[in-house]
Nanobody
Framework: VQLQASGGGLVQAGGSLRLSCAAS????????VAWYRQAPGKQRELVAT???????NYADSVKGRFTISRDNAKNTVYLQMNSLKPEDTAVYYC??????????????WGQGTQVTVSS
């Protein structure tokens, strides 16, 4: 199983980006998926989560600006980021709990995608 994160880039403050996290391999089902970010010199922080049923949670710092969603048919989770701020600059990682069989699951990380917001 692999998670491929993509969609990062350089954007001006106030702009938008959409990140994607695509799962591939021997997948039975995908449980919860989360987006994390890590800025230089800071600890990795949880940004948003989505359960298999579609329930979502967000860090206070991104509420009202970011939206996490999932397309189960494509095994892909998205993070729509609007009204971006310079403090959103970080490497963004996705993490998914993926079931590879009815009785077996594990946590997987994507490789990270850089988001840079200029002021």
């Amino acid at each position: 199983v692999q998670l491929q994160a993509s969609g990062g880039g350089l954007v001006q403050a106030g702009g938008s980006l959409r990140l994607s996290c695509a799962a591939s391999g021997s997948i039975f089902s995908i449980n919860a998926v989360a987006w994390y970010r890590q800025a230089p010199g800071k600890q990795r922080e949880l940004v948003a989560t989505i359960t298999s049923g579609g329930s979502t949670n967000y860090a206070d710092s991104v509420k009202g600006r970011f939206t996490i969603s999932r397309d189960n048919a494509k095994n892909t989770v998205y993070l729509q980021m609007n009204s971006l701020k310079p403090e959103d600059t970080a490497v963004y990682y996705c993490n998914g709990n993926i079931r590879t069989s009815p009785l077996r699951s594990g946590d997987y990380w994507g490789q990270g995608t850089q988001v840079t917001v200029s002021s």
